[in-house]
């Protein structure tokens, strides 16, 4: 089975923790590293033979376009992160429309081409704030990939289905992966459980989703690759949440391109609405 790989393409600094974030105002005064970054997650994805979807914040994209071409020069599907990172649920829809139709504009203007699916910042589409859904869909987006189908403090939506799902306006939801374990459904695949958890859990849970007949999805962001990154979030929580194994990103990338079969989240949608259109018996047959 193909599974789907998304980068989050943004700076370090554009961390977003409620209450614990540095404000966009001030990014321009750090030190830029997305481009090595990102030119290095291009180099190992190539070395692989891998395509990737990446979501690209509009603060970025507007400062470095070559970067964008260069993302899609190199055969990747381009989304968009919205424009400087804020929460979704800390915004209202006027805000978040502009901030995303804002992001949608610059990467346009780049590429030539209307993104075609969109991520929220730190997944921070949760239940207090589902008509984000309905904004993306209007903008004319084929997908989203921004829930958690669980709760995790201040993020996720329990009960929403844990497989990529057509939602009542027609956008395509593709939720963050989980696995069931025992009484619990627990997150993995991407960011920092791809970092907290050892590789063995990770590769186990990508096998287990594959076994259940759906497609995993992995993320991370190039300044992961970056293990000594000059700045860090305040609080000792989101230090550790957004530091943790910094050192072993790099590696387990590796093994999971190495092991698994990967492409564009685009993709490997439209093999799984393939894959259920066709009749039961025909699918058994396959
Ligand atoms: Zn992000």
Known sequence: MVNALTIDVEEYFCYAYP??????????????????QTLETLRILETHGIRA????????????????REILDRGHEIGSHG???RLVFTQSPQDFRSDLQRSVDILADITGEMPVGYRAPSFSIN??????????????????????PLNIRHYGVPGMPAVPHELESGLWEFPATTVQVGPARMPFGGGGYLRLYPF??????????????????VYLHPWELDPDPPMRPRSRLHRFQHTVNLSKTRSRLLH???????????????????????????????
Request: a negative charge; aromatic letters at 14%.
């Open 53 to 68: 979807t990446f979501f690209i914040l509009g603060w970025v994209a507007q400062r470095e376009p070559y970067l964008v």
């Open 127 to 148: 239940g207090t704030c589902l008509w984000a859904l309905d904004v993306v869909a209007e903008m004319g987006f084929s997908y989203d990939s921004s829930i958690y």
């Open 200 to 217: 063995l859990v990770t590769r186990w849970a990508t096998h287990r989703a594959n076994a259940d007949g759906h497609p995993a999805m």
């Open 83 to 85: 424009y400087n990172h």
């Open 19 to 36: 209450g614990d974030e540095f404000p966009c105002q001030r990014w321009g005064e750090l030190e830029s590293r997305v481009v090595p």
């Open 256 to 286: 999971l391109c190495a092991e698994f079969d990967f492409a564009p989240m685009g993709q490997v949608l439209g093999q799984f609405q393939a894959a259920r259109a066709v009749p039961l018996g025909f699918a058994a047959a396959m």
